[in-house]
């Protein structure tokens, strides 16, 4: 396997070595790119830098939790995005796999075959939802060359619409009724709505 380009946002200098030395003592080879803000991230892909794989920290100088993850998802494309966290940060830590994330590690059980393993297999889960994405959009460039033009668009629209009610509804719960936005929250992540809403967003080019 060719070398796999690694971007490490992580601000704690002890951290950041050691998960780098992890790197170093696997099977494959991996060249590590260290960075300690998000802000440093972002323009690292805004230089149409492309790394195989990003390794997240929530908690960093300019960001922290689940935004630092939707930030770091809407920069890095096709990039998979795995984020690090401690025991206590469990729940973050799921919540940013519902909305991008491919997979989590816990910081005190990194172990190089553990690292490697989570690595490989988040970049083999991009690669096929990219594939997925491009035939549901290659299917629907079929339907509209087709005769059945009239169709796709109708469908799309309802689809919009689908997604402009779900948000509408968070801001709403957000603004009005506060004290329930936790439980609207809970019961959105349930039945993974936030993933739905991101793959719908993204099929209709909402994105």
């Given at each position: 396997m060719n070398e796999i380009s690694v971007l490490l946002v992580e601000d704690n200098p002890a951290d950041a070595a050691f998960i780098e030395r992890q790197l170093l003592q696997a099977e494959v080879s991996f060249r590590v790119t260290k960075v300690a803000w998000l802000s440093s991230a972002t323009q690292y892909f805004?230089?149409?830098?492309?790394?195989d794989v990003v390794l997240l920290d929530l908690s960093l100088p300019d960001s922290q939790g689940i935004d630092t993850v939707t930030d770091m998802i809407k920069k890095s494309g096709s990039t998979p995005v795995i984020v690090m966290t401690g025991h206590d940060d469990i729940m973050t830590a799921m919540n940013a796999v519902r909305?991008?994330?491919?997979?989590?590690?816990?910081?005190?059980?990194?172990h190089p075959k553990n690292l490697e393993r989570t690595i490989l297999l988040a970049m083999e889960r991009k690669r096929v939802d990219s594939i997925s994405?491009?035939?549901?959009?290659?299917?629907i460039r079929v339907l509209e060359?087709?005769?059945?033009?009239?169709?796709?668009?109708?469908?799309?629209?309802?689809?919009?619409?689908?997604?402009?009610?779900?948000?509408?509804?968070?801001?709403?719960v957000q603004k009005n009724i506060p004290n329930h936005t936790e439980s609207v929250?809970?019961?959105?992540?349930?039945y993974s709505i936030p993933i739905a809403v991101r793959e719908l967003r993204e099929l209709i080019g909402l994105e």
């Amino acid at each position: 396997m060719n070398e796999i380009s690694v971007l490490l946002v992580e601000d704690n200098p002890a951290d950041a070595a050691f998960i780098e030395r992890q790197l170093l003592q696997a099977e494959v080879s991996f060249r590590v790119t260290k960075v300690a803000w998000l802000s440093s991230a972002t323009q690292y892909f805004e230089l149409n830098r492309q790394p195989d794989v990003v390794l997240l920290d929530l908690s960093l100088p300019d960001s922290q939790g689940i935004d630092t993850v939707t930030d770091m998802i809407k920069k890095s494309g096709s990039t998979p995005v795995i984020v690090m966290t401690g025991h206590d940060d469990i729940m973050t830590a799921m919540n940013a796999v519902r909305v991008g994330a491919q997979d989590y590690l816990i910081k005190s059980e990194f172990h190089p075959k553990n690292l490697e393993r989570t690595i490989l297999l988040a970049m083999e889960r991009k690669r096929v939802d990219s594939i997925s994405k491009k035939l549901i959009r290659d299917s629907i460039r079929v339907l509209e060359g087709g005769g059945t033009s009239a169709f796709v668009p109708l469908v799309l629209s309802h689809l919009a619409s689908i997604v402009g009610a779900l948000e509408e509804l968070q801001r709403y719960v957000q603004k009005n009724i506060p004290n329930h936005t936790e439980s609207v929250d809970a019961i959105l992540n349930k039945y993974s709505i936030p993933i739905a809403v991101r793959e719908l967003r993204e099929l209709i080019g909402l994105e």
